[in-house]
């Protein structure tokens, strides 16, 4: 850029020299004036150039941008399928606690049923805990079942996003 400005800067010092001084010098041979300009034209062209790999920089810096968030979302959405799993296993666990539980009252109940004194204290004790415990496990699902579904809303949107940055760095790929 500065080799054309310092061209460009002396073909119009030439060619605006004074009127006078122009008469007491010699006139610029036609091949001095055509290897100017040749000079010129290449260094506009390198201008140009240069502007297009600026342009190319940019859109290359732009892309860059996009691959880096697009890694990101892409580590998010597999923190968040983690998450997903990790609560969906817990909610089979507590599904397979709840059978386990579901059985002693069971058996408990029965066990009470055929005890000989009639009600026994100890028995409707642990029954009564055990139906509290189940109580709690129902809440505990409950409550997973809820955090599965935010999750997998919230990992529906990063997909989204992800697609619509996909479509930009697609359509600017073939810049």
Not at 40 to 49: K, Y
Not at 70 to 84: K, M, P, Q, Y
Request: aromatic fraction near 6%; charged fraction near 30%; hydrophobic fraction near 40%.
């Amino acid at each position: 850029m500065s080799q054309f400005l310092t061209v460009a800067a002396l073909f119009l010092l030439l060619l605006s020299s004074s009127p006078a001084a122009a008469s007491e010098q010699t006139p610029l041979a036609p091949a001095s004036v055509d290897a100017l300009t040749t000079a010129i034209n290449r260094l506009a062209t390198a201008l140009e150039a240069e502007q297009k790999s600026t342009n190319n920089k940019e859109s290359l810096e732009r892309l860059n941008l996009a691959i880096a968030y697009l890694s990101f979302r892409s580590r998010r959405i597999e923190v968040v399928e983690r998450d997903i799993n990790a609560l969906k296993n817990t909610r089979n666990n507590i599904e397979d606690a709840q059978k386990t539980w579901s059985e002693r009252i069971l058996a408990l109940e029965e066990r009470q049923k055929q005890s000989m004194g009639g009600v026994n204290g100890d028995l409707s004790k642990m029954i009564e805990d055990s139906k509290t415990q189940m109580a709690a496990f129902k809440e505990r699902q409950a409550r997973l079942g809820e955090e599965i579904i935010q999750l997998e809303n919230r990992n529906y949107e990063l997909q989204r996003e992800i697609n619509s940055i996909e479509k930009f760095v697609e359509r600017h790929l073939d810049f």
